[in-house]
């Protein structure tokens, strides 16, 4: 009997002190937290990595404190705790310093030692926003400007830069290729927004870690990763989502799954997208109205719109794959391999769709075919110290790229049709060295091979005959690049962080032009240049909510083919032509950073910026054979090429503001201001005009309801660049006749409702007053007024 007394004491202890277990989660992802501190007046424990902590060591009455430096202070006592199930729900700190970044050294750090200015936007955030494509992601947060030239497109401009002086990666991979343009790129698209964890934006040149086109930033998708379990038991999780909205019909659907065991776990993903015609908003411009289209035929019919609202020729539809594995024998490796593919239907060029010739629409067909984007990649990361190591970690990447030009003028019997498919394949060896608590070695090495093939026929629509015409590029073209870097980083007293690091690249690219279509100068081609760049970068903590950035980096944008080797015609009765004698251009950078944060309370945060861009490639009048125009496609053009003549000036900077009036109401707000000209004092083609976001936010764990205005400054003829210009049915009418970028602003809501604890219903409102606006340099107009209603389950 004594026995048994003494047993069953020992089970109720047992359950008592396991009762007083308490699980700390994240309010939005249900995440355990470790490291959360929990102290009375005289006590104190912490959080393990599974978010668990033994509360035993304190009476009923004590006050205790859930204290984490990424989140806000919670207090409760024991009482409350066993009320809750012993479930501590904590909120994320949005005015916190402390956040982790992936892409400033490609590996983990405290934004708190980084000097450059980044923007995160984090899962929470993308399943709330819930954006139709990656590059929409983008706008969400401040700093980031979105051209559109028709709707399956979405270009970002940062500081003044756009297109190939940008770098998008993807999971640590380069997407940017030999045949990126300087014009408005559309690649972002080809990135489901469903598959992406997290995105990191850098501003300003870091070539020193991401090498060739890193001059006004870089933009890093992370996409979702395999999940392992953390017991003996396998673990898995589905999700599924369904979104509608109005303005283009949207209709998406999306599912994923995650299995993983203690070693192993494989992820799936499918998302299928398709937009009807984007209806454009009531009030505004009457340019901008689409009045008429053409229906292709034999002859080819103007048709006079029922809806001069709706902009005909936009809606296309996507589908996107994803499927990683991951291996982690032990605590010393990981294995991951990813195959990512994207395809989507023809996309209409809606921005050439609208041209006039007289007083009649130019052409009758111009879009682009199927672009389909495949990437395999292999990673495997080892951490182990030795003398030259603390960590490796080997990324290889093979990328294929399929799109296509289709074109034909009105009632003309041929359609223009010019291929590109191309093989890219990378490396990338990154290594990383504590010497001792203050001092952190980085170093490593990156090569690229690119192979590109282009194809380019003449087709008559009637009899069907084809003929071989003129390629954009020579096919078989090849370029390749190989580097090498070296960071280092110093920390003293958790007050002072000092960054300094090189990078040297040799590029070459060659190949052989195709003499039957125009009688170039040269048979073939071949460049070879090499550049070297650094950056010094300070930050400073004078108080720990104090945080002073400054740096100085430089960094360059070798040519590529599309650089050197292209013909097409720019603009109408404007030829570009090869110039194979191009060389880097390289860009030096001055910022200044200014964060104060208030301990729950509010953040500030400026950013001032300059950036000196020389040997500029840009568009000159140029001569092939001679001659200043040659007979392209039926019509007399003026002969371009590239050629590095231009320095410019570019400058400015961005504000937010960030203030919690109490736990679940908040706002913030963010503008961005760049100019800049070059050295003939004209302004810069991508630099944005003044915009910005004010966001009024309540959020109580369940619900969250975001009320903001979106808005946007004008940019008049005299300060519109000469490019865009010549582009005048793009833009509205001033009272000279002039055409002009006008101001805009618009009122939009969204809302998350989370009901039977895995379901998630977000409602939204965009563009309440349906305001009629073309943001700057874009093709089509933005949507009008249009609900969004999506549904996404956890199971």
Known sequence: MPKTIIISLLLLLA????????????????????????????????TDKFGKADLSIFSKNDLLIF??????????????????????????DPVSLNEIVISANRREQSKLEVPNKIVSIDLND????????????????????????????????????????????????????????????????????????????IFGPSSVIYGSDALGGVIHYQTLSPKLSTSKLYKQSRHVSARYSSANFEKTIHADLNFGTERWATLTSITFSDFDDLLMGTNGPDEYLRDSFVIPGSPDKIEENDNNRKQVETGYNQYNILQKFRFRPNNQWDINYAFHFSKSSDIPRYDRLIQTSGDQLKYAEWYYGPQEWKLHSFQAKHQAKSF??????????????????????????TISTR???????????????????????????????????????????NTGSTEKTSTRYPDGSESSSLAAYLSYKLTLNKRFAFHAGSRYTFTWLQGIFDTRFFNFPEDDFSNRHSSLTGNIGLVYHPIPNWQLNTTISTGFRSPNIDDIAKVFDS???????????????????????????????????LNLFYTFLDDVMVRRDYTMNGQDSVLYEGEMSKV???????????????????????????TRNSITLNLGEDNNGLPVRHVAPFFGSSHLVFDDGKTKLDLYLKYNGSISYQNLAESERDKAYLYAIDKNGNPYSPSWMTFNIKSSFLFYEKYYLNLGVENIFSERYRPYSSGIVAPGRNFIISLRTII
């Open 67 to 92: 204290q984490h430096s990424s989140y806000l202070k919670h207090k409760t006592n024991l009482n409350k705790i066993w009320s809750q199930n012993y479930k501590i729900r904590l909120i994320e």
């Open 571 to 605: 603009t109408p009765g404007h030829l570009i032509i090869p110039n194979p004698d191009l060389k880097p251009e390289k860009a030096t950078n001055f910022e200044l950073g200014i964060i104060r944060s208030y301990a729950n309370k509010a953040k500030l945060e």
């Open 15 to 46: 359950v008592s002190i396991n009762a007083q277990e308490v699980f700390v989660y994240d309010s939005k992802s249900g995440a355990a937290i470790d490291g959360v501190l929990i102290h009375s007046a005289t006590k104190s424990t912490e």
């Open 419 to 461: 291929k590109e498919d191309l093989d890219v394949l990378t490396l990338n060896f990154d290594l990383d060295k504590q010497i001792d608590v203050n001092n952190f070695i980085y170093y490593g090495i990156e090569g690229s091979y690119n192979l590109v093939h282009s194809s380019a026929e003449n087709r008559n629509i």
């Open 640 to 666: 371009q090429a590239l050629i590095n003549a231009d320095y410019a000036h570019i400058y400015g900077g961005s504000f937010s503001l960030e203030y919690l009036f109490n736990q679940k109401l908040s």
């Open 126 to 201: 993308i399943s709330f926003e819930n954006p139709q494509t990656a590059a929409d992601l983008l706008e969400s947060k401040g700093g980031i400007f979105i051209q559109k030239s028709q709707l399956g497109g979405g270009s970002p401009m940062i500081r003044g830069f756009s297109a190939n002086r940008l770098l998008l990666v993807v999971d640590g991979i380069r997407m940017n290729n030999a045949i990126y343009r300087n014009g408005n790129l559309h690649n972002a698209i080809a990135l489901d927004p469903s598959s992406i964890k997290q995105t990191e934006v």
């Open 388 to 413: 030259l190591v603390d960590q490796l970690n080997l990324t290889l990447g093979w990328q294929e790229y399929k799109e296509s030009r289709h074109s034909r003028k009105l009632n003309a019997e």
